[in-house]
């Protein structure tokens, strides 16, 4: 039972986006697939349905549909851009901004650093801040630019699991979704009409890279 990298099974913790609804404790083995997973957890909406899943809890990344049939093993998840993490699966609905999602995980991830490690304890910050001005359609191209630099500077420079993982909401919004980052900066709109503004002025930083 498993894969032949990672025998055995895994308990895993389902969340539906249904408010109210309860979460799905459900037990499968290493290799399953995202979509067999879902269906354990009796999700049996169509794939329209949603907008992401993201995995591996406060720190994973959020995956397309499109993505669903990757096996749940880490190397698989961590080439997609997710980790196995806490063993926590989220379902993400298909009005779901994935800029305001980024933001608001990082900003959760800012409050957690544990602030030993400047890189950790101030980068996580200024993504959340960035983001915050790109929700607010007050971003700029350039600061696409900066994201991807703090995403590199971040778990480079941080002492323990916590900062090397932290980037990855991030990354995977950005990179499964640009277009949604595209549109707040190019013509000031939310792609799903569901953001509201969060600050009244931009947030700007400085590049931590030469």
Not at 9 to 31: A, Q, R
Not at 80 to 94: C, D, R, T, Y
Not at 175 to 192: A, G, K, L, S, V
Request: glycine share 10%; net charge negative.
């Amino acid at each position: 039972m498993g894969t032949e990298m990672t025998g055995g099974t895994k308990v895993l913790t389902v969340y539906d986006y249904v408010p109210d609804s309860e979460p799905k404790v459900i037990e499968v083995p290493f290799g399953a697939t995202l979509r067999e997973i879902l269906r354990h957890a009796g999700y049996n909406r169509p794939d329209s349905d949603l907008r992401a899943i993201v995995v591996g809890g406060a720190e994973g990344g959020a995956l397309p549909t499109s993505l669903l049939d990757t096996p749940y093993d880490y190397d698989p998840l961590e080439e997609a851009g997710a980790i196995v993490g806490s063993s926590v699966v989220e379902l993400l609905p298909a009005n779901t901004c994935m800029v305001a999602w980024a933001m608001e995980r990082s900003n959760y991830l800012a409050i957690e650093s544990c602030g030993k490690c400047v890189p950790c304890r101030l980068g996580v910050k200024r993504i959340a801040g960035l983001l915050e001005g790109i929700v607010s359609d007050l971003g700029v191209s350039g600061d696409l630019d900066v994201l991807d630099e703090f995403a590199s500077y971040v778990p480079n420079g941080s002492l323990c699991g916590f900062g090397v993982q932290a980037p990855n909401p991030l990354r995977t919004a950005k990179h499964y979704w640009p277009d949604h980052f595209q549109m707040h900066i190019e013509e000031q709109q939310c792609p799903t009409g569901t953001c509201v503004p969060v600050r009244a002025h931009r947030f700007v930083t400085k590049h931590v890279l030469p």
